[in-house]
């Protein structure tokens, strides 16, 4: 199995930046596929972003691309989520979660194993 602990969320005013990360823990972290999700009051549960294992390849919501920046340091087992130009519509509990498909991580939250207990994001206007 594969333990997930998010952290880095808060509050921050719209333009602002938070850097979440997610610490891995447990079975060889770094042989999964690591994605981020977010789920807003009243919502379902979306993809924000992915990488790879190797942490070469990532791909991202078209709500968040150009402003979040995920990676992955699979020597400290950490996956963190730069958002930049953070606005009301980012405000959510974000999820770091891990599956193994192959041969490009996934999208659907469906497809994730394991997942982390969630950091809260607020965005105030």
């Known amino acids: 199995q594969v333990q997930l602990e998010e952290s880095g969320g808060g509050l921050v005013q719209a333009g602002g930046s938070l850097r979440l990360s997610c610490a891995a823990s447990?079975?060889?972290?770094?042989?999964?596929?690591m994605g981020w999700f977010r789920q807003a009051p009243g919502k379902e549960r979306e993809f924000v972003a992915n990488?790879?294992?190797?942490?070469?390849?990532?791909d991202y919501a078209d709500s968040v691309k150009g402003r979040f920046t995920i990676s992955r340091d699979n020597t400290k087992n950490t996956v963190p989520l730069q958002m930049n130009n953070l606005k009301p519509e980012d405000k959510a509990d974000y999820f770091c979660?891990?599956?193994?498909?192959?041969?490009?991580?996934?999208?659907?939250?469906?497809?994730?194993?394991?997942w982390g207990q969630g950091t809260q994001v607020t965005v105030s206007s």
């Open positions: 979660a891990a599956e193994q498909s192959w041969p490009r991580p996934q999208k659907d939250p469906l497809e994730y194993d394991y």
């Open positions: 447990g079975r060889v972290p770094s042989s999964y596929n």
């Open positions: 990488i790879n294992r190797l942490g070469d390849g990532a």
